[in-house]
């Protein structure tokens, strides 16, 4: 007989899913089965998989060692990466990391290490999970970012931090501003709106002032911090979050990132990369603004969060002379 105690992070959902997860190389009819015959039990008496569970529920397995090493993938482990994370933000439900540019945000099929993996390390370390946790409840990120774009990626470390953070990024009530260096001279902010389409094969996007079947609408508003008559720094609010949206919809006004080779001038960013080494676009996920919100993350309610640029997007500033510029020092 095996014995579990529901805990925080597996509170909140479905019996059912949980015992697929505990035994996630079962079918599901068989489960169903033992929960029927009750050689499966919650809190001592029959159940039917749908109750939902609460921290502290007792689950008992009456299933010999044999049959749960056998459903249960016990040898199988929970792939995990450790690198050093810059944390911006963490407490017991969430944690906010300042990603570098080069490190995907999700596992991709190459098998090279993401975010996730790197997440699942620095938690087994610190101890807020351990590898039992983990067959039952993965903490995981909640918003995506492109590879070679650096900035803040939101985790969950407990279900219902996961749930209620990965929400906020659905319903697009969260506020995310971007900082970005793009080709050009910009002096008024703009509000843009167009529409998308992606090309599946060549993973690139294009914009279109029209509706197009298969296109999304996008919407960006930016404004600019600072130029020095060749580059502008801006800040720009991602309303909609589409596939590389602020790399083609600026590129579509005729202001393309510095250092994106995808939507932008290969000559102009090949100076860049001659002169500062620059392989990807200066494109930085800068801030979170957190709206009122109720639940188990009321006490985030308001509260904006920021992650510094990167050293090399600081040093191509400092050396164009953008930061010198009056409206960068004022709005920055």
């Keep these: 007989?095996?014995?579990?105690?529901?805990?925080?992070?597996?509170?909140?959902?479905?019996?059912?899913?949980?015992?697929g997860k505990l035994l996630r190389e079962a079918p599901k009819s068989f489960f169903y089965k033992m929960l029927r015959k009750k050689n499966?039990?919650?809190?001592?008496?029959?159940?039917?998989?749908?109750e939902k569970l609460s921290s502290g529920d007792h689950v008992k397995l009456f299933l010999s060692d044999e049959t749960f090493e056998k459903f249960s993938g016990s040898e199988e482990k929970v792939a995990r990466a450790h690198q050093k994370l810059e944390i911006v933000y963490e407490d017991e439900n969430v944690l906010l990391i300042n990603k570098p540019a080069?490190?995907?945000?999700?596992?991709?099929?190459?098998?090279?290490?993401?975010?996730?993996?790197?997440?699942?390390?620095?938690?087994?370390e610190e101890g807020a999970v351990t590898e039992a946790s983990l067959h039952t409840f993965r903490p995981s990120?909640?918003?995506?970012?492109?590879?070679?774009?650096?900035?803040?990626?939101?985790?969950?470390k407990t279900l219902a931090g996961l749930q209620e953070l990965s929400g906020l990024f659905h319903d697009r009530s969260l506020h995310k501003f971007y900082r970005c260096l793009v080709k050009g001279v910009i002096k008024n902010e703009k509000y843009i709106k167009g529409y998308l389409h992606k090309d599946e094969k060549c993973n690139k996007v294009t914009v279109q002032e029209k509706?197009?079947?298969g296109a999304l609408p996008i919407e960006t508003r930016y404004r600019p911090l600072g130029d020095n008559g060749s580059v502008t720094l801006l800040e720009v609010e991602l309303i909609t979050g589409r596939t590389h949206q602020i790399r083609a919809h600026l590129s579509g006004t005729g202001h393309p990132l510095v250092g994106d080779y995808k939507y932008g001038s290969r000559a102009f960013n090949e100076e860049y990369r001659k002169k500062y080494g620059l392989k990807s676009q200066l494109?930085?996920?800068?801030?979170?603004?957190?709206?009122?919100?109720?639940?188990?993350?009321?006490?985030?309610?308001?509260?904006?969060?920021?992650?510094?640029l990167p050293r090399q997007f600081q040093n191509i500033l400092k050396e164009e002379h953008v930061e010198e510029n009056k409206s960068y020092e004022n709005l920055a």
């Design 1 to 19: 007989m095996k014995e579990f105690i529901i805990n925080e992070n597996e509170a909140g959902q479905r019996f059912d899913k949980y015992l």
């Design 40 to 50: 499966i039990t919650l809190n001592g008496g029959k159940a039917t998989g749908n």
């Design 102 to 124: 080069g490190m995907l945000s999700q596992p991709a099929d190459d098998k090279e290490p993401s975010m996730v993996e790197y997440l699942t390390g620095y938690l087994l």
């Design 141 to 156: 990120v909640c918003n995506r970012l492109d590879r070679n774009t650096s900035g803040i990626v939101a985790a969950g």
């Design 211 to 213: 509706e197009t079947p």
């Design 283 to 308: 494109l930085h996920a800068y801030r979170l603004e957190i709206p009122e919100i109720p639940g188990r993350l009321s006490y985030l309610s308001g509260r904006e969060f920021t992650a510094p």
